[in-house]
């Protein structure tokens, strides 16, 4: 069986191979070598490692991709490069390399910036072929062709050199930040530092306000989320009275990812019935029945790596219920609320504080204060019903800037550039005995992504109907 190093014997990749074998692969091979344009958005990556330096003059500073991570024996999990690395490069989808290397070092005013990047598989005469047919990790054969390191060069706009040296380039006494647990050998080279945390959080920070080629990667995320839904509903009656019609609805908006994109952003949660009490159900196993809500939470992720995040609570039958109804439309007042609070200058917490006061209010009015009338007014208490936040930050990651200082984002002021989601919901348990029982299995999240702009906040998730009317008359023309 072939081993993680990349060495051959028998076992589940077929029988071993003779080194005498490398000289076949030693010649006839022609010239493929290309000048490929250069990637849309290098430029404004240039930009963002120039604020790096400028940030962190005479240190050397160290953002490594991330590697492959082993899914089963000698299979891997799908690459996605760590998106600090992503931000600073303006990499794209299945060109990312696995184990790369983002080195500034200080040279005089700034930093010489390198990308150790592992090349082609060798070949052709004089070369070491090994990798190119015994390498089933990142061998040409295994895992198709790389690019140049000149190749790489100009599509990115860095100098590039080979991930080989990257080790060499990494010693010397010289102030050293890492973005740690990403690369085994990076972190087992440069000893950790306070201040490594301090890089993180920056980097974070950095992602806070997007840039005009952010915000149009991120619309097209969004254009494709909406897509999946419509794909969803148009194939919900495919998934009715399956035994797991959920992994339908599933299968059927990661089509979609897959068609336009990277991939998804995040696991895709397809939530019937008293699963979608779950915030995070991923399991997706369950049936798909009339009569019940699907929740459906999903984001398209592009080739440039940035993601959608939208939410959708559907009647399956194609109509709401009145129980059902009462519940989204409290929902959707909530979102109304916080969406309207969306403008640069308000306080970040403002849109959330804004959507809690008519949930609670709501609640309250339909006698369900958790603890019972004579409790205070306690919008924390209520929790028992919404569990989270109202929304996050969104770009390359789905929740996007976690790293950042508290100042500059839950406690910050919104900005024009800054994208995020409003997203309240209501979750009753089906075991819940403080509600109603008519209440009990149901969830109903509604979730949409806004830019903020110099008037207000522009919705990036439009192309999706939010009024249950709306949403019903969507699902009466679209289901199939």
């Not at 028998?10 to 003779?18: A, E, L, N, V």
């Not at 995020?420 to 009753?428: D, K, R, S």
Request: glycine share 12%; with cysteine.
């Amino acid at each position: 069986m072939d081993q993680r190093d990349g060495s051959f014997s028998t076992g589940s990749r077929g029988t071993g191979i003779p080194d005498r074998v490398a000289e076949v692969f030693g010649h006839g091979w022609a010239v493929t070598d290309v000048i490929p344009q250069a990637l849309p958005g290098s430029g404004w990556a240039a930009k963002r490692r120039a604020a790096v330096s400028a940030r962190f003059p005479g240190e050397r500073i160290v953002v490594p991709s991330g590697g492959l991570k082993v899914r089963s024996n000698d299979f891997d999990y799908v690459s996605r490069p760590h998106s600090a690395y992503v931000h600073l490069t303006a990499e794209r989808g299945t060109r990312a390399v696995p184990d790369s290397v983002l080195v500034f070092e200080p040279s005089g005013n700034g930093h010489t910036i390198t990308l150790f990047i592992r090349p082609r598989s060798p070949r052709g005469p004089g070369a070491d072929t090994t990798e190119l047919y015994r390498d089933f990790r990142h061998g040409e054969f295994w895992v198709g062709r790389r690019q140049t390191l000149a190749e790489t060069a100009h599509t990115l706009g860095m100098d590039t050199d080979s991930r080989d040296r990257v080790q060499r380039a990494l010693r010397g006494r010289v102030p050293t930040r890492v973005v740690r647990g990403q690369d085994a050998l990076v972190d087992s080279t440069v000893p950790p530092s306070p201040a490594d945390g301090e890089l993180l959080a920056f980097l974070s920070e950095l992602r806070l306000l997007k840039d005009p080629w952010e915000i149009e990667q991120l619309d097209a995320a969004v254009r494709h989320t909406v897509a999946g839904f419509h794909d969803v509903v148009g194939e919900l009656s495919h998934a009715i009275g399956a035994e797991r019609g959920e992994r339908w609805i599933e299968g059927t908006f990661n089509r979609r990812a897959r068609l336009e994109g990277h991939g998804l952003g995040f696991e895709t949660i397809a939530a019937a019935g008293a699963h979608a009490c779950a915030l995070h159900w991923t399991r997706n196993d369950g049936p798909v029945r009339e009569g019940d809500l699907l929740l459906l939470d999903a984001g398209v992720e592009t080739n440039s790596f940035y993601t959608g995040d939208v939410t959708r609570t559907l009647p399956i039958s194609g109509r709401f219920s009145d129980a059902q109804r009462r519940v989204y439309d409290l929902v959707l007042a909530a979102q109304s609320a916080g969406i309207a609070a969306l403008c640069p200058g308000a306080p970040y917490r403002d849109f959330h504080d804004a959507a809690t006061r008519v949930l609670t209010e709501g609640l309250d009015a339909w006698g369900l204060r958790p603890g019972g009338s004579g409790m205070p007014h306690d919008a924390s208490l209520y929790r028992r019903y919404t569990v989270c936040g109202t929304g996050h930050m969104l770009g390359l990651d789905c929740h996007d800037c976690a790293s950042a200082r508290n100042e500059t984002y839950a406690a910050g002021t919104l900005e024009t550039g800054h994208v995020l989601t409003v997203e309240p919901g209501l979750y009753f348990q089906p075991d819940d005995l403080t509600v109603p029982k008519e209440l009990r299995g149901i969830g109903v999240r509604i979730e949409d992504d806004f830019v903020i702009t110099p008037d207000g906040a522009l919705c990036l998730s439009a192309g999706l109907p939010r009024d249950a009317d709306d949403v019903e008359a969507w699902m009466s023309a679209t289901r199939g």
